[in-house]
Every structure is written in C-alpha cells, then in structure tokens.
C-alpha cells in the first residue's frame, strides 16, 4: 500500500470530522421525529417496564432495531438524548469503518476523502441523513462486517483471521436482525468474491472467511427463530417477517415489479438524491475499473452495490431514508478515485494532492454546512416531510410534551398522533400494535382485534384522535379501531388539551370521578 503520510497523522482530522458530525447532529436535538423512530422508542420504553415484544407489542419485521433502541434507552432514558445518541453513534462508527477500507484499499488520502464525504453525506436533511432511522445502525453494522471480512496485511499473523470472519458474521447477523432483507448485501458481496475471484492468489482463504461469516448468520438466525418458537411468539415474529413483508412489497406491486421499477433512472436515483449525481458516477467508474483490472476490492463492491440496489428496491417504496444505503458505497468510491488520481498524476507533488483533497472536503462540507446553517430543528421536518407530514410530527411533538406533566398518572391511547407516547414518556396500553400505521389489510385481523379487546377491557383515561379520523367512514385502521372503542366506551373531548390537528377525549367515568 502506498501512504501518501504516516497513518497516526490520518487520527487528528478523523478526530476533527468526529467532532463536527456530532456537533452538526446536536442542532438536531429537538427536532419533531417521525414515526418510525418514535415507535421504536415507545417500544423500547415499554420494554424496559417489561413489556414483551411480539406478544404485547407487535413488530412489523425483525426485533433488531428495537434492540438498538432499548440500549440507549436503558443506558439515557426515553428521550431525545436517546435518539440523538443512536444517531451520532451510529454516523461516527460508520465513517470510521469507511476510513479503514479505504485506507486499506488506497491509502491515507483516500481514508480522508472517504471519510469527509460520509461526514458530509450522513448529516442531510432533505435526504432524511440526519436522524438515525434504521438505516443507520444497518451501515454501521454492515461497513464494519466488511472491514472484518478484509485479508490481513502483508506480516500480520493469520491466526486470528477465522475470529475476524465470525464477528463479521455476527455484524452482518445484527444487520439483516434490524431489517432482514439487508441480506441481500453481503450475500451479493459474497457471491461476486465466489463466482468472480475465488481463484486469484488468496481467493479460497478469502471464501472460506465468507463461509465463516456466512454459517454464524444462519447459526444466530436458526438460534433467534428457536427461541422465539420455544416462547410461544414464533406465529407473531413470522407474521412480521414474512406476512407482512410480503403484503408491504405486494402493495407496490410484488418483489419482481418492484425491482423491475427501481431499474427506471427516477427510481434508482430519486430526485432528492440528484445532487449526489457526481458521486454515483463516480461509484460506477471505480467499480466497472476495478472489476476489468480484477482488483478485489471492486469486485466486493460491485456485489455490495448490486445488494443495496435489492435491498432499496424490494419495498417498493422511494423513501428518502431507503437511498441513505447508498452513502457508504459513495464516501469509498469518492475517496478512491481521488485516492487513485493522485497518486497516478500527483505522486511526485504530494501537496498538490493534499490542496486536491482539501478542495473536494471543502467543497462537500461547504454545501452542507450552508443547509444546516439555514434549516433549524422546527423546519427540518417540514423539509423532509412537507408541511401535512412535518406539520403531523412537529404537533404530535406539542401535544406530547403538554401531557407529560400528567407523569404517566392516566393512561395515554393515540390514533394518528404519531410519536405522542414517546413524547408524552408513557407506555402505550398492552397489547399495542402498531399495524395501526399500516394500511388496511397488511397484518391479520387478530392483532387489532386483540387491542380493540384490551381498549375496551381496560379503556385509557385520554385518547388523542386525529381531526382528520373524526366523522368520516375511513377504513384506516386507526379510524376504525376508535370507532368500535368509542362505540362501547364513553368519552368526551376536552378543551384543556389538542388543537386543530388533533382532538383529545377523556374518559367520562374518569371525568366525573376526577376531584373538583
């Protein structure tokens, strides 16, 4: 490997990326979240209180992103510093991770490049970057896998080369546990190395490490799916993974059309993602390149690109969040095409190439140092969410914090108000199902039934309905399931609490027992 200067230097402006991703993330702190995040956090905060998940509270897909967040809320509570935690964790170890493969495969120059990018790239507000949806414990996880799958250097002992491939194989095993068809990555990653370079110089120790890898991720998901059998939840965690799943993608048309969708240039790069059009392009370079002059490196990425490109389309869905896979592979790819030009047309004026780089990090932080300065915590979620959808979080967000005052002295239901529990700092009622984000359909009747059964077996002191939900014959679920409730359980709104956007209704029981 040619060093453009000795690694120890690369640790001070590593360190000084550190610090501005964490910084930049800190603005972010009060920020209104979505949904997604939000109900991953109430989960994870009835958790704690003993809750159990696919039986008290139902899950959409695998339990992995919930076990991310139970961690940071046993290690700071239920709160934003939680959330801001996750985030900056995850965005710190996946630029770090960055840097090693790049610095391995190129150089320091191109760590540095790399590493910048990702910094640049993983604070995007419009692109949803700067929050820790579960995009980003997925790329943090993964980039650390292929770091760990990375042949030894040249004098190093071998030795602990098959422990390396089995926390790899774990990394890739918490990944695909936060969304399961994550596996797509390494397995397209694997199978490029199989079928491109098993025989170069190398290549069966290089399998043979994958088959490590890839023999503790079915050993841990045989041990997930035995455990949760031997608890009775095995019914629940296989609605989640596969019922689900499949009536997610079959809502955009099945798994073949939606991959067929995501080949239409809008879909592949969506618009919110246009101005990255140089780093893609840059991705595709460094990967058609590498592959003709059979340099490994781009043969794992050219598999790892294809695995995103899966992964993203599979949904069928164009969430900006979905893209944020992307970054990992556009931070490597644009480190090592500086990496490799200067060094090809700069090597005799090594501060000509450092000014190069310099003038590349200024030019990516510049821009994004500009939207953050101008895009406070308020308005980042009408940027990402527009007005109706920033409008719904940044409300919820209110409301929630008006009702924590009640401490958690009264139960709490929410139909529409997403994230109130989280906000609010109360457990949701048991069973809680969030198939009530979902559309009509998606989950089987059983779940809501189930908690139409408890919210009338032991109705919450206040509900908070969407306005929108009230008079209307919807068939959200959510609208549904408060009109069986209030059918049988008496309520009243209040003019103490909600607004325009919602209206909030205390039990009438409650009321009149309530002291004067």
Same mark, same amino acid.
């Given at each position: ?205 290089? !399998?043979?490490?994958?088959?490590? $890898? %890839?023999? @503790? ?7 997930? /799916? =035995?455990?949760? +059998? &031997? ?119 090594? !501060?000509?190439?450092?000014?190069? $780089? %310099?003038? @590349? ?7 994004? /140092? =500009?939207?953050? +300065? &101008? ?128 209206? @909030? ?12």
């Amino acid at each position: 490997m040619n060093e453009e200067w000795p690694k120890r230097l690369l640790l001070w402006p590593l360190a000084l990326l550190s610090v501005l991703v964490v910084a930049l993330r800190f603005r972010y702190l009060n920020e209104p979240f979505d949904n997604d995040i939000t109900i991953r956090m109430s989960y994870a905060m009835a958790a704690i209180h003993g809750a159990a998940y696919y039986s008290d509270l139902f899950v959409f897909g695998p339990p992995g992103g919930l076990w991310v967040n139970e961690l940071f809320v046993r290690l700071l509570g239920g709160n934003e510093y939680a959330v801001f935690a996750m985030g900056a964790s995850c965005s710190l170890m996946a630029m770090w991770g960055i840097a090693g493969l790049a610095l391995r495969w190129s150089g320091s120059l191109a760590a540095l490049v790399a590493a910048a990018t990702w910094a640049a790239l993983s604070i995007g507000i419009s692109t949803e970057a700067n929050q820790p949806n579960a995009e980003a414990y997925v790329m943090a996880l993964m980039v650390w896998g292929f770091v760990l799958l990375q042949q030894p250097s040249q004098g190093k002992h071998l030795a602990s080369w098959p422990w390396a491939a089995v926390a790899a194989g774990l990394l890739f095993f918490l990944a695909t546990a936060v969304k399961h068809h994550m596996v797509f990555m390494p397995l397209c990653a694997f199978l490029a190395h199989g079928l491109i370079r098993w025989r170069a110089p190398g290549g069966e120790r290089m !399998l043979k490490r994958w088959l490590i $890898a %890839g023999t @503790v991720v079915g050993a841990c998901w045989a041990g997930l /799916l =035995t455990y949760y +059998a &031997l608890t009775g939840r095995l019914g629940a965690l296989w609605d989640g993974l596969v019922g689900h799943s499949l009536a997610y993608a079959a809502a955009q048309g099945g798994v073949l059309a939606n991959l067929n969708a995501n080949l239409a240039f809008d879909q592949l790069v969506p618009e919110v993602q246009r101005g990255h059009l140089l780093l893609y392009a840059l991705l595709l370079v460094v990967v058609v390149a590498g592959v003709l002059r059979q340099w490994l490196p781009a043969v794992l990425i050219m598999g790892w690109s294809l695995g995103t490109w899966v992964a993203i389309s599979l949904p069928g869905r164009g969430y900006p969040h979905y893209y944020l896979l992307w970054y990992p592979l556009l931070s490597i790819a644009t480190g090592l095409a500086l990496g490799f030009i200067v060094k090809r047309y700069l090597s005799r004026r090594p !501060l000509l190439g450092g000014v190069a $780089a %310099g003038v @590349v990090i200024a030019m990516l932080m510049g821009a994004k /140092l =500009t939207e953050v +300065a &101008l895009v406070d915590a308020e308005a980042a979620v009408r940027v990402k969410y527009g007005r109706s959808g920033g409008g719904l979080f940044s409300g919820a967000r209110v409301l929630g914090l008006q009702l924590r005052d009640l401490k958690c002295a009264q139960t709490i239901m929410e139909f529409g108000a997403s994230g109130l529990h989280f906000w609010a700092g109360c457990d949701p009622p048991m069973p809680f199902v969030d198939s009530l984000y979902a559309a009509p359909g998606q989950f089987p009747d059983k779940y809501r039934e189930a908690m139409v059964a408890n919210l009338v077996r032991q109705p919450p002191h206040w509900v908070v309905v969407r306005r929108s939900f009230l008079g209307a014959e919807r068939d959200d679920p959510r609208a549904v399931i408060w009109r069986e409730v209030s059918k049988t359980v008496a309520y009243e709104e209040t003019r103490a609490y909600g607004g325009a956007m919602f209206a @909030v209704f205390e039990r009438k029981d409650a009321s009149a027992a309530a002291p004067q």
